[in-house]
């Protein structure tokens, strides 16, 4: 039986003991109980799990390093997590918590990484849609730095080279859409000066007006508050790559949300991925069920489906587009599926049972049944097993007399 913790506080001879704390770089504790980041182990990214297994050795595992073992004697304290707290208020609620300069202890880019390691990776992945949920979709455009006047090169920006360019959300309850309708633009300084056409286009605001309401901080604040606060499961088309996107957002603009808003970024929450969702309906009478994986577009299953689109590739439409699509879906799950057998050959119609010529008296005989039948002499041939020429000779020099 194996048991998952979310701390670890290990024993040192002679050094300060290290503490495993889920996603934190391993830290070291000091007599007040305070946690500072262990700079020989930030190599090592943030702690993913935590777990007591049968023997009672605790398997701790890491995000960019190999996980190792520990046994009991080299374990001062383990804490598990039953009320979901988030890190902060499960070291207070067990008298530690973070030195005030936590994250003046780690790089710029290893600050990024825990950031990102962070931010909405707390999901339960569904494998069926509840009656409420919203569903989010994004829209992105790609990267570029300026090089001198008028020269634009395409830029890859702590690990990514696009980012999202429309972000929106749409509530559902019982079939039905409900209050939540968020549309957002994101006016993201690395998009070319373009990209920032087409938004003022698409909403009809002035200049001045697009770059308040598209600031991706004012945008990402607002998804929090309404999106992620209101605590329903969310429901992408291709999850992975949306919250890959998300998180790089948060990450980037983390100093500049609220605690209370970095406590929902790091919240649980239930994920439904809708793509991997049309995968298992497809594959739902395979025996290899488990091997199919398709990924199609969300607009081709949709037309698929019947339901058209009028406006593909609008973040908004295609959230809507991913509502209808799970429901077809869901109603053709329970639907009988006709499974195929193999291919038979033809049936051959009976044929007339012939009785096979014994003398030579019963073999012209039947040659003279099987032309009165309209038979061909090559029919005939065939069927007796003599020379077109016999059947010839036997039809003009042996004809039938009654006798």
Same mark, same amino acid.
């Given at each position: 039986m194996q048991t998952t913790l979310a701390f670890l506080e290990r024993i040192i001879p002679?050094?300060?003991?290290?503490?495993?704390?889920?996603?934190?770089?391993?830290?070291?504790? $000091?007599?007040?109980?305070? !946690?500072?980041?262990?700079?020989?182990?930030?190599?090592?990214?943030?702690?993913? /799990?935590l777990t007591l297994d049968s023997k $009672?050795?605790?398997?701790?595992?890491?995000?960019?390093?190999?996980?190792f073992l520990l046994t009991k004697k080299k374990v001062a304290q383990t804490y598990d997590n039953p009320g979901q707290l988030d890190p902060e208020s499960l070291l207070k609620a067990n008298g530690y918590q973070l030195v005030p300069d936590f994250d003046q202890h780690l790089t710029t880019d290893q600050q990024f990484q825990n950031r990102l390691d962070t931010s909405l990776t707390n999901f339960q992945q569904l494998k069926r849609i509840p009656s409420r949920y919203i569903t989010v979709d994004c829209e992105f455009g790609p990267f570029f730095k300026k090089h001198g006047?008028? $020269?634009?090169?395409?830029?890859?920006?702590?690990?990514?080279?696009?980012?999202?360019? /429309?972000?929106?959300?749409?509530?559902?309850?019982?079939?039905h859409q409900t209050e939540l309708l968020f549309d957002h633009y994101l006016d993201n300084p690395y998009f070319?000066? +373009?990209?920032?056409?087409?938004?003022?286009? +698409?909403?009809?605001?002035?200049?001045? +007006?697009?770059?308040?309401?598209?600031n991706p901080v004012t945008v990402l604040k607002a998804f929090i508050n309404q999106v992620l606060a209101s605590h329903r499961p969310l429901a992408f088309w291709d999850a992975r790559y949306d919250l890959k996107c998300l998180r790089w957002l948060m990450a980037t603009y983390y100093d500049r949300l609220?605690? $209370? +808003?970095?406590? !929902?970024?790091?919240?649980?929450?239930?994920?439904?991925?809708?793509?991997?969702?049309?995968?298992?309906?497809?594959?739902?009478?395979?025996?290899?069920a488990n091997l199919g994986q398709h990924l199609l577009p969300l607009n081709g299953v949709a037309g698929l489906l019947n339901i058209a689109n009028p406006h593909q590739h609008n973040a908004l439409w295609d959230a809507l587009t991913i509502h209808h699509v799970i429901e077809k879906l869901t109603q !053709?799950?329970?639907?009988?599926? /006709?499974?195929?057998?193999?291919?038979?050959?033809?049936?051959?119609?009976?044929t007339l049972a012939l009785p096979t010529p014994k003398t030579k008296d019963h073999?012209? /005989?039947?040659?003279?049944?099987?032309?009165?039948t309209g038979q061909t002499y090559r029919e005939i041939a065939a069927t007796v097993g003599i020379s077109i020429s016999g059947v010839n000779y036997i039809l003009k020099k042996h004809p039938i007399t009654n006798s």
């Open positions: 002679d050094h300060p003991n290290q503490v495993y704390l889920l996603n934190y770089p391993v830290c070291t504790v $000091n007599e007040q109980r305070q !946690l500072t980041p262990l700079a020989s182990a930030l190599s090592f990214g943030i702690v993913t /799990q $009672n050795r605790y398997r701790i595992t890491f995000s960019a390093n190999q996980p006047v008028g $020269n634009w090169q395409p830029a890859l920006i702590h690990g990514m080279n696009t980012g999202i360019y /429309q972000l929106s959300a749409l509530s559902f309850d019982a079939h070319l000066p +373009e990209k920032q056409l087409t938004g003022l286009a +698409e909403t009809g605001l002035t200049l001045v +007006e697009y770059q308040q309401q598209a609220t605690a $209370n +808003e970095h406590r !929902l970024i790091k919240q649980p929450f239930q994920l439904f991925d809708s793509e991997l969702y049309t995968d298992a309906v497809i594959n739902r009478a395979n025996h290899q !053709l799950k329970v639907e009988p599926v /006709q499974v195929l057998t193999a291919p038979q050959p033809p049936a051959i119609p009976p073999k012209y /005989q039947l040659v003279h049944q099987l032309r009165s």
